[in-house]
C-alpha cells in the first residue's frame, strides 16, 4: 500500500528522532551515517535502486532511483547518469541536506502540538526529506501494482546530502556523481517557489600582536586594538551596502560574527581572531567580497604600521537564480497551483541553500517546501498540513516534468 499523509508525519518524526547533526560544527557529533542507514533501508524496501558512498569518511550521502519507463539504456544502481541523454525522458530529482546544527537531546523527541511538528530538523530540513521519500514510495507502489511498470517516463530520484549546514563536500560530490536533468530541493519557502537566492562569504581574520605583562606596554602590543580600524571599517562597509541597489529578496550586508583574543586580564593579548560573514545579492561576487576585506585589511595597515594581519576564505558561495520559465519551475509552479487552488509566488531568498551547487554545476534547481519558522534555535518547528501539501506537489511536479 502507498504510504498515507499520515505515514508521512510518521516518518518525519522518526527523522527527527535521529540525531544527525553535523559534526563540522559540533565536534564528535552523530552526523549522517544512522539517517542514511535508515532511510536506505526503507526506499530498497519499497523498491527504488540506492546507492549510498562516502564522500568523507562516516559522512554519507545517498540516491535512490526509480527507473522511468522511458529510459533510454538501462543504469547501473549507482552509475552516474547523464541528463538528456539521446531518446530519454527528462529525469528529476528531489533533493534534501540530511545535516542539522547541534540541539539539546529534547530537541531530538518530536512533538506535535496544534498543528505542528516541533524538534530538531522538523523544517530544516527533515520535513522536506520526508516528504520527497514518501513521494518515491507512492509512486514505487504504483509501479509495482503496475508489474514494475513506473507511472512516469523519466526516472525519478531521491537524493540525501550530508554537510549542508557548513561545507557543503555532500552536495558537490552528488552533482560529480549524478547528473540529472533538474531538481527540485523542498527546503521550507512557506510553500511559495524559489528560484533565485544569495550567495555568501566566510572569512577569518587573524591579528599578530606580542604578548607582555599588562604593566609593561612599552613590550606589549594589543593584538585586539589593533583590529579595531577592521570592526570600525565593517560597519562603514555595511551602511555603504544597505545604501546601494537592493536585490527583491534582501541587501547585501557584511557583519562581525565572533572575536576571541587574549588569555588573560594583566596582560597584552598576542593574538587575536575575528570572524566575518559577507551575505552577497545578484551582482555581487565571492572575488568582490575578498577586495573588500583585503581593502579593510590594507586601512588598518594605514591607520598603524605595527597592525600584521591574515585573512582566510573559509567558504565562498556565489549568488544564483533560474529563468523562471524553466521547465522545472514551470512543473512545480503548475502542480504548487493544483494543490493551493492558485498561483504559488514565485520569489527570491536571500539565503543561501544547496540549489547554488546545482545551479553552478548547470543542473536548474528551484526550492519549493513547506510552512515552519525556528530554524537553528530551540524553537524550530513545521506545520504539518503543509508537509503533506509539500508531498502532493511533489509529485504533481515530478508526473509533469517526468511525462
Avoid at 46 to 58: F, I, K, Q, S, Y
Avoid at 98 to 109: I, K, N, S
Avoid at 111 to 130: C, E, F, W, Y
Avoid at 303 to 329: M, Q, T, Y
Amino acid at each position: 500500500m502507498p504510504p498515507t499523509d499520515d505515514d508521512l508525519i510518521d516518518l518525519l518524526c522518526d527523522l527527527v528522532a535521529i540525531d544527525s547533526t553535523n559534526p563540522g560544527l559540533v565536534p564528535g557529533a552523530a552526523g549522517e551515517e544512522a539517517l542514511v542507514a535508515f532511510l536506505a533501508r526503507r526506499l530498497a524496501a519499497a523498491g527504488l535502486e540506492v546507492d549510498v558512498w562516502e564522500p568523507r569518511a562516516h559522512r554519507p550521502n545517498f540516491v535512490a532511483t526509480l527507473p522511468g519507463h522511458g529510459r533510454a539504456t538501462p543504469t547501473a544502481p549507482g552509475a552516474a547518469r547523464e541528463g538528456g541523454a539521446p531518446g530519454a525522458a527528462p529525469s528529476l530529482m528531489l533533493v534534501s541536506h540530511l545535516d542539522v546544527v547541534g540541539a539539546a537531546p529534547e530537541l531530538f523527541v518530536p512533538q506535535v502540538r496544534n498543528g505542528r511538528l516541533h524538534g530538531r530538523g522538523s523544517n530544516d530540513m527533515k520535513a522536506g526529506l520526508a516528504a520527497a521519500v514518501t513521494v518515491a514510495e507512492r509512486l514505487a507502489a504504483q509501479a509495482g501494482a503496475a508489474g514494475g511498470r513506473s507511472p512516469l517516463r523519466g526516472d525519478l530520484l531521491v537524493a540525501g546530502c550530508a554537510d549542508e549546514e557548513w561545507e557543503s563536500f555532500g552536495a558537490e560530490a552528488l552533482v560529480a556523481r549524478y547528473r540529472p536533468d533538474a531538481a527540485i530541493l523542498p527546503e521550507r519557502t512557506d510553500l511559495d517557489v524559489t528560484v533565485e537566492h544569495g550567495g555568501f562569504t566566510w572569512f577569518e581574520l587573524e591579528s599578530q600582536g606580542v604578548e607582555a605583562a599588562g604593566a609593561e606596554p612599552e613590550k606589549g602590543v594589543d593584538a585586539i586594538a589593533l583590529l579595531g580600524p577592521v570592526l570600525n571599517g565593517i560597519a562603514a562597509l555595511d551602511r555603504e551596502l544597505d545604501g546601494r541597489p537592493h536585490a527583491s529578496y534582501g541587501r547585501g550586508s557584511i557583519h562581525a560574527a565572533t572575536i576571541a583574543g587574549g588569555t588573560q586580564l594583566p596582560a597584552y593579548p598576542g593574538l587575536c581572531r575575528l570572524s566575518v560573514e559577507r551575505c552577497l545579492i545578484a551582482g555581487e561576487s565571492v572575488d568582490q567580497s575578498r577586495a573588500e576585506i583585503e581593502a579593510l585589511l590594507a586601512a588598518a595597515r594605514a591607520a598603524d604600521p605595527r597592525f600584521a594581519a591574515d585573512s582566510r576564505l573559509v567558504v565562498g558561495r556565489e549568488p544564483v537564480s533560474l529563468e523562471r520559465d524553466d521547465p522545472v519551475v514551470l512543473a512545480l509552479v503548475a502542480g504548487a497551483a493544483g494543490e493551493l487552488g492558485h498561483a504559488p509566488l514565485v520569489r527570491g531568498d536571500i539565503g543561501w541553500a544547496d540549489s547554488g551547487i546545482f545551479a553552478e554545476a548547470g543542473i536548474p534547481c528551484a526550492q519549493f517546501g513547506p510552512v515552519g519558522d525556528g530554524e537553528h534555535t530551540a524553537g524550530e518547528w513545521v506545520d504539518v498540513e503543509s508537509v503533506k501539501l509539500v508531498a502532493r506537489v511533489l509529485e504533481a511536479a515530478a508526473r509533469r516534468y517526468c511525462a
